[in-house]
């Protein structure tokens, strides 16, 4: 296949067929992320779609890592769905912009190496977590408009072609790679459902996508104190959770291209598009872990499948939403049950009895606020801390003394390990102040004096060996 160069970034080679292809497919699968994730936060479902559209498509040009996809997500829904309730829309359009300006001074700050801190039992947890939510999240197309299971012939017609669309994004790409897999299942599916008359679930059940493109807006409330008191807590929650899901996937993606994205870059470009997004009255965003893997796993790598994906989604909403409202649900939910299960991070798995008890810890029970909380930010906070308290608390054990008296009658206490706020108190033990000679030397070679409660722990030692000589 012939290459080119990629417009945006001319040292990267693009190859256009399968950027093309797989962003039509991505585009595809945007549709009933972005119609559902609206609706999470009682929203129309053209606010989730233009957020999809904005995000998509700034992030793409602008951000720090080619082939990852942003959109409308439901780390952002859960947050602006009590501000909706509660204020309206316009209170949720000038959070998104009030979140974008506060991601937009972080990246300016540099603040994305911060998620160097994150450990990799936490990134474990997090996408297991995330792909246990995705699989979840599909078996509600098992249900019925009343919450009941589907039964009979309406389940087991649900279920073959959800099969057969896991069998050809599973089978296909050992036979050819033409055409990316993921398309070739919903194209199939469609043409079996379409060609048989086959009564099954369709995007269209969900709601209508048809709309403009779209309408810019300034949102109408007061510019006053008390508008900013209400907005910005949500704010800064949904700059969060954005920057820590957008610099994650950024992370996953990396390690799956063995390429290297830009945290920083990504995250002004994240704080561009949801200002954007605010103002052309989307929901906002953040980059998806689901979709980016569908992008990369097709053979993407560039910036021109997510302009395409973007692009698409608007085309699909402006002129083509009688025909995408007739796709089967079926071939969606099988192929992010797909991306579930690619999502998982079976290793972790087999690395249990390898893994330190306290890692694992970390890794369950950031899975387990993920799945139970839909809380990434949280789960991944709460991750960090656990795993910081457990390293504070190894290094605290850590700490020796070798005790020596040399010929002059100087008693030497080399201390070796880090002395800081957790190592205190064993630091503390070593010394024998009542009984030691008039003349001590303490021995930092071998050690480091972390933090200012280590120089208070030193202060103090010396105090009590003034006092006494």
């Excluded at 001074?105 to 540099?110: D, M, P, W």
């Excluded at 043409?191 to 403009?212: E, N, P, Q, R, Y």
């Excluded at 799956?256 to 920083?264: A, D, P």
């Excluded at 694992?360 to 029970?365: A, L």
């Amino acid at each position: 296949m012939k290459k080119y160069l990629n417009l945006f970034d001319l040292s990267q080679p693009v190859n256009y067929k399968t950027e093309i292809l797989s962003g039509l497919t991505v585009a595809l699968a945007l549709v009933p992320e972005a119609v559902a994730f609206a609706l999470i936060a009682g929203l129309k479902p053209l606010t989730g779609l233009y957020a999809a559209f904005v995000m998509g498509l700034v992030t793409s040009i602008l951000g720090g890592r080619p082939g990852m996809i942003s959109g409308a997500t439901g780390a952002v829904a859960v947050v602006i769905v009590v501000l909706a309730k509660s204020h309206g829309i316009e209170y949720v359009f000038a959070t998104v912009v009030l979140a974008g300006i506060i991601q937009l001074i972080a990246g300016t700050l540099k603040l994305g190496k911060l998620i160097r801190l994150v450990p990799h039992p936490v990134i474990f947890g997090f996408v297991n977590g995330l792909a246990i939510i995705i699989f979840s999240s599909q078996l509600v197309q098992f249900q019925d408009a009343a919450g009941n299971w589907l039964t009979g012939t309406p389940m087991y017609i649900l279920l073959g072609l959800v099969a057969l669309t896991m069998l050809i994004i599973y089978g296909l790409p050992k036979l050819t790679k033409v055409i990316p897999a993921s398309l070739a299942a919903i194209l199939v599916v469609f043409g079996i459902v379409a060609l048989f008359g086959i009564d099954t679930k369709t995007v269209g059940d969900l709601a209508s996508i048809k709309g403009g493109f779209p309408p810019f807006h300034i949102p109408n409330l007061p510019f006053s104190w008390d508008t900013l008191t209400i907005i910005a807590p949500f704010a800064f929650i949904v700059a969060g959770v954005g920057l820590i899901e957008s610099l994650l996937t950024l992370n996953i993606v990396d390690e799956l291209t063995e390429t290297r994205g830009q945290g920083n870059k990504e995250a002004v470009a994240q704080g561009i598009a949801n200002i954007t997004s605010g103002f052309f009255s989307g929901m906002g965003g953040c980059a998806m872990i689901g979709q980016s893997l569908i992008n990369v796993s097709n053979g993407a790598r560039a910036r021109l499948s997510g302009i395409v994906a973007s692009v698409m989604l608007l085309v699909f909403v402006m002129f083509g939403s009688d025909l995408i409202e007739l796709v089967p649900m079926a071939a969606l939910t099988g192929l992010m049950i797909m991306v579930s299960i690619g999502t998982f991070e079976w290793a972790s798995l087999r690395a249990f009895n390898k893994m330190p008890k306290s890692d694992v810890f970390v890794m369950v029970t950031v899975t387990l606020v993920t799945i139970f909380l839909h809380n990434l930010a949280l789960a991944v906070l709460i991750g960090v801390i656990i795993a910081a308290l457990v390293f504070a608390w190894d290094n605290a054990k850590r700490i020796r003394a070798r005790k020596f008296v040399d010929e002059q009658g100087v008693k030497h206490y080399q201390i070796d390990g880090p002395l800081f706020f957790g190592s205190i108190s064993a630091f503390n033990d070593k010394f024998d102040v009542l009984n030691d000679p008039n003349d001590v030397i303490i021995d930092f070679a071998e050690s480091r004096v972390v933090d200012m409660s280590a120089i208070e722990a030193l202060n103090k030692i010396t105090e009590r060996y003034n006092t006494l000589s």
